[in-house]
């Protein structure tokens, strides 16, 4: 049976939650490691989908955090607003007229592990047309199983951003692991669940101690304490004096600075923290930091505080530029008689030597006579 | 005990970035060089607080205590907690619901938080009288 998959990634099928971070959906954004579009893509890829093709409502902001890997793996089309569900149609039909005999349409606007075998058993056993997937509460979860015979139902649930259906729909009742993602904190909540082995989500990287994992290219001072259970990301960077733990997760290319705590926490992808915060039930990412605690999200727009982190090709550019400048601005410099700002005198040294008034050259009983003498 | 100096309750800016925060501070600078002052800052309506702020904050609280006085905040948004948290500034401040809260505190011998009894010691009023005579 050849069985197609249309990945939907849009704004959240919940009219009230917030707008994606920059026009990232969640679903691009890194847990442990992986997007969940490549986890759903590889989950659907084990379980023998034929073709895949993932339509977003993206901007081009969303690209560096699409994996080129997965670009292999499946057709991305990006698809602005109202295109989104225009492509999706087009995307049935072709699936349909090249052969297929079922099509998959799942909207990433909730993670769920869900037994795709069964679920096609179950739409087959009922001879459906078009069967969705009910979470525990039984709403629907945003997976639907559609008979590529069946184009008019389709079209029409596309249409309806599936939403509404034209027939019937046949509910499939899933008792697995899901959550919606409709805002950053859910991120979180679905680290939270990995970290405790609720999910299938296992963190990418080595297990370099019970309960830590670290990615390729992380780097770690010796400084810093790394607690379990954590997660460092690739090219993830902890300073001195840093403090990762209790289910702490640190995306790719993140910066966490001198003396900073992070405690059951998730700093998103090019995230730069600044030196001696204290970021605790919280997530961190596109200049905002959302508050589990206070159930409320505030943008940052202090780089001291959070900053973004280049990406590479970026910051080797950066680099050069300054290499560049650094000779004119300094003969600049020069040219104004600006010096070089003094060095700040060490506490210690300060101290220890005797203050200018008593130097050796005005030792203090000569000044006192000199001021004893001038006052007579 | 009661207290006969005045409570200046004082409005922060909703934005407490570089300029707003220098603007604040010297607008508040005769309230801080008075003898003893006693202020509460109702940070209700801050919606942005960066750096510059949580330094004119620090720097308020310095020169208060460097003259006997006290700061204590009051109605802090939620946008101003966030970055009072992460930057640990909260732990500096007597923090209330509201400005006369605040406003009450200052005729308390002791402030809210000291009265507090950590974990499940029974409350003062509720322990037994120390019969012994021997004072601490």
Known sequence: ???????????????????????????????????LLTRVADQLKAFGVSQLAAVADVGPSATPFVPPALRQNLTWLPAPGAALWRTAQELFSKFAHNGADLVLALRLSAYYELDYERLIQFHLDRNARVT???????????????????????????????????????????????????????????????????SQITPQGEAIKPGVWVAPGARIHRGARVLSPAFIGRYARVRAGALITRCAALEHHTEVGRGTVVEDATVLPYTKLGNALDVAHAVVGFGKVASLRRGVEVEISDSKLVGSV????????????????????????????????????????????PARALSATDSLPAATDRAVSNFR | MESSRPVVIKHTPERLDFRQARNFWREIQPLITSDRPQLVFDMSSVKHL???????????????????????????????????????????FEIYETPSDAMRSFSRFLPEAMRRQPFNTPPADSRPEDKSGVAA
């Open chain 1, 1 to 35: 049976m050849d069985v197609r998959a249309i990945l939907l990634l849009g704004p959240s099928a919940d009219p009230t939650a917030p707008p994606a971070p920059e026009g990232v959906p969640l679903a691009l954004l890194d847990v442990l490691g992986r997007p």
């Open chain 1, 132 to 198: 969705a997937a009910t979470d525990g509460a039984g709403a629907i979860l945003g997976a639907f199983v559609i008979s590529a015979s069946r184009r008019n139902d389709a079209a029409f649930l596309l249409r309806h951003s599936l939403l509404k259906s034209r027939t019937p729909l046949v509910l499939y009742p899933f008792s697995g692991y899901s959550r919606r993602l409709t805002a950053l904190a859910d991120l979180r909540q679905l680290a939270v669940d990995a970290f405790c082995g609720r």
């Open chain 1, 310 to 353: 280049l990406s590479a090709p970026l910051r080797a550019w950066q680099q050069m530029l300054s290499l560049l400048a650094y000779l004119p601005l300094e003969f600049a410099r020069g040219l104004l008689g600006r010096s070089a700002p003094s060095e700040t005198p060490s506490f210690p040294l300060a101290v220890s030597s």
């Open chain 2, 50 to 92: 960066d750096m510059a702020g949580v330094d004119m904050l620090l720097q308020c609280i310095t020169e208060v205590m460097k003259r006997d006085g006290d700061l204590k905040l009051a109605a802090v948004s939620p946008e101003a907690w966030v970055i009072l948290e992460i930057t640990h500034t909260d732990r500096f």
